[in-house]
Structure formats: C-alpha cells, structure tokens
T-cell receptor, first 114, second 113 residues
C-alpha cells in the first residue's frame, strides 16, 4: 500500500533562514509520481512540483528546491532565504502509475517569523 | 489558474438534512475528485470520477455519493448530513493522464449542527 509521511507537524523559523520539509514515502511500484502542494492561510491549494520516479535530478525553482532520493524513499523540499509569504501548510503526495488517485501526507505547517 | 469553482463556498446545515456540493470546471479535464480536509488528517479522498458517469470510491466514501452527468460538473451529496461530516471540502481536476498533477478549487466550508 502506498503511504506518505511528513513527520514534521509544525516548523517555525526566522525570516531569511533556510528550512527543509521532509517527506518519506512507501510504495511497491517502481514507477510513481511525487508531488508538493502549498496551502497558504487563504486556504487554496497550490501545485508546486511533480516528479516521476525515474528522474532523480534535483529541481530548483527560485528559492525552492527539491531533493529526490530513491535510496531513502524521500522527496524533501527546501526553501532558501525564507520569507513571511512562505508561511503555509505544505503537503507531499504520491501517485502510483495506473492508479487514479493521489495519496497526500498530513502536511507540515510552516511559520516564517519576521 | 485552472478554472474550477465550487458552490456554495460556505454552508451551515442541520443533522439529517441532505446537502449537495457542486464543482464546476471550464478546463475540460477528464478527472475530477472530491476531498475533505480535517485537522490532523490532511486531505482524504472521498470519491473521484474518470469520465462522465464513471466514478469510484476513495478512502472515506461512507455517507457520500457523487454524480457526473457532464464533463464540467461533479456533484457531491451527503444524503443525511452528520456532525462528523463538518469539514472543508475541496474539488480537484486533472488532465487525461492518470498521474497528472491536480488543480484544486477554492473549497467549501460545511458545518453540520
């Protein structure tokens, strides 16, 4: 069965610090997709990234970066030089090929303190 | 932004009454989903649709039914609302590829008293 664990329930950092959000997944499939979503205080869910299991290259998008390691079944998300606007709940998610569903982790609430 | 709307955005209803939530998309995407979000549980899938009149259950489908008579509309019905169904409900859509990223509507806050 597929499973996504975000062990950090809540994190607080001071603005401009770097912060890493952990995501560990379980799947029996060799082909799967991983996702990150952001939910700011306004409540909407925003798609950030999708990564397939055959692409282990790290991804960077501005201050955001993602580290995918199949050896440890992890897909961690780092925010560099955090800003108050990064305060949100972040969800990691997993979908197996051939499955119509995405399984979400329980989320990590990130507080960026001014 | 993906064209997804949900109605109503807020609703208060009494235990035992039927409630229908509507999700409408303008993207012509094949897949549509209903989730509920509760503190400590994250997002949990209720039902999803992979085409007109094609639906399937998610992990928390008890007490809910869905219908999709048109590509653009996906309805979630609580036949007899209970207090445990107080939650925020999100609709999502994705393209024809099964594993594509999902785009979410703004959510509906439902309170069952």
């Amino acid at each position: 069965a597929q499973k996504v664990t975000q062990a950090q329930t809540e994190i607080s950092v001071v603005e401009k610090e770097d912060v890493t959000l952990d995501c560990v997944y379980e799947t029996r499939d060799t082909t799967y997709y991983l996702f990150w979503y952001k939910q700011p205080p306004s409540g909407e869910l925003v798609f950030l990234i999708r990564r397939n299991s055959f692409d282990e290259q790290n991804e960077i998008s501005g201050r955001y970066s993602w580290n995918f390691q199949k050896s440890t079944s992890s897909f961690n998300f780092t925010i560099t030089a955090s800003q108050v606007v990064d305060s949100a709940v972040y969800f990691c998610a997993l979908s197996e090929v051939g499955d119509d569903k995405i399984i979400f982790g329980k989320g990590t609430r990130l507080h960026i303190l001014p | 932004d993906a064209g997804i709307t949900q109605s109503p955005r807020h609703k208060v209803t009494e235990t035992g009454t039927p409630v229908t939530l509507r999700c409408h998309q303008t993207e012509n995407h094949r897949y549509m989903y209903w989730y509920r979000q509760d503190p400590g549980h994250g997002l949990r899938l209720i039902h999803y649709s992979y085409g007109v009149k094609d639906t399937d259950k998610g992990e928390v489908s008890d007490g809910y039914s869905v219908s999709r008579s048109k590509t653009e509309d996906f309805l979630l019905t609580l036949e007899s609302a209970t207090s445990s169904q107080t939650s925020v409900y999100f609709c999502a859509i994705s393209e024809s590829e099964r594993e594509a990223e999902q785009y979410f509507g703004p959510g509906t806050r439902l309170t069952v008293t």
